[in-house]
């Protein structure tokens, strides 16, 4: 089954609703009106309906004719113990499909986000730091250039988003949160696929 298309101005809202949602500041189980999301954006309900749509089909949100939208609840945790290891699986698969075809502009896109995650950790705004986390790793599946990869992906992370930020919030140091992301962004650039591959599957726990 192939995603709804959303362009444009669709796409921000798509963008905007999942920040929101996996970084916490949208509750579980929260109805998403679309009159509501309307006027915060301001904007006509269309788009906000194919926003919706496309967050649906994620998995990141729920729609049913009757009860409208609401924001997924994330898996409880004795299935988080076995998600985790097939987002692992998935990440790893989508290095291998792009590793060949890294550019510059990938490494610029990856240290824009985790510089905006450093200065989340050093102010303690959790909601960001899950926020940058979740976009560091969306990226990363993304540059696989495979919609279906993408698809299982994000549904898994819906289902574990609260792991994210429950995670984070543990930290005696949030600074680790970013310094952990760095040997893998070094082994790329050096060229290690190998060594990228254990640095990943390390990383996610």
């Known amino acids: ?26 509750s579980e189980g929260e109805r998403l009106r679309e009159t509501e999301l309307a006027k915060r954006f301001e904007v006509s309900r269309s788009p906000i309906r194919d926003a919706l749509k496309q967050l649906t089909w994620e998995g990141v949100v729920e729609t049913d004719r009757n009860r409208g939208s609401q924001v997924a ?23 291998r499909l792009f590793f060949g075809t890294l550019q510059d502009a990938d490494f610029i896109q990856w240290e824009g986000i985790l510089e905006r995650m ?37 549904v898994i992370v819906a289902r574990v988003r609260r792991h994210f930020l429950e995670s ?19 082994r790329l650039k050096d060229g290690d696929l190998e060594g990228t591959v254990l640095a990943l599957e390390e990383h996610i726990q």
Not at 74 to 94: F, G, N
């Open 1 to 26: 089954m192939n995603p709804p298309l959303v362009r444009g101005l669709g796409e921000q809202i798509v963008d905007r609703l999942r920040d929101d949602i996996f970084s916490g500041r949208v």
């Open 73 to 95: 609840c994330s898996a409880p945790d004795e299935i988080q113990t076995l998600i985790i290891p097939l987002r692992r699986t998935v990440e790893t698969h989508a290095l």
């Open 118 to 154: 450093k200065h989340a950790c050093a102010s303690g705004d959790f909601a960001v730091v899950s926020e940058q986390d979740i976009a560091f790793h969306r990226y990363w599946v993304q540059r696989s250039n495979s919609p279906d990869l993408l698809a299982i992906w994000s």
């Open 168 to 186: 984070h919030r543990a930290y005696t140091d949030p600074m680790d949160i970013y310094r952990e992301h760095l040997p893998i962004i070094q």
